[in-house]
């Protein structure tokens, strides 16, 4: 049995469609259970129903800060609340690869690269099927 490319891009298409139903479906229930059930604003709370199922909710609070204002008033303090993240700059490292050669030797051993996961979009024609 040979399946063909649009059979594959049919089926793609309904499955995808049934992902974002199904997730569209689980967040309005997420959203109900906790009308329903206590959650704390950060941390863990459990709750064990009655036919014996337990409900875990996991509450997280995000922080953004004024990074300039934060240093200006934690200014006398031994320890800042902030941290910095040194990392690769992926888009300047790719352009090295690409354009430098010369360059890319040089700093290759220190690099590791691996593909990464490869995206499909499927696309329906503007007049349907």
Not at 11 to 21: C, F, G, T
Not at 28 to 42: G, S, V
């Amino acid at each position: 049995m040979t399946t063909t490319p649009e059979e594959l891009a049919r089926d793609w298409l309904a499955a995808k469609r049934a992902e974002l139903d199904a997730a569209n479906r689980r967040l309005q229930i997420e959203q109900d259970l906790l009308k329903l059930l206590p959650a704390k604003e950060e941390g863990r709370a459990a709750t064990v129903l009655t036919n014996g199922m337990r409900v875990v909710s996991t509450g997280k609070m995000t922080y953004k800060a004024d990074i300039e204002r934060l240093l200006a008033l934690t200014d006398g303090w031994p320890d800042k609340p902030i941290k910095t993240k040194v990392e690769a700059d992926e888009a300047f490292l790719k352009a090295i690869r690409n354009d430098r050669p010369d360059l890319w030797r040089q700093i290759a051993p220190a690099i590791s690269l691996k593909p990464a996961k490869t995206y499909i979009t499927i696309e329906e024609p503007a007049n349907g099927l």
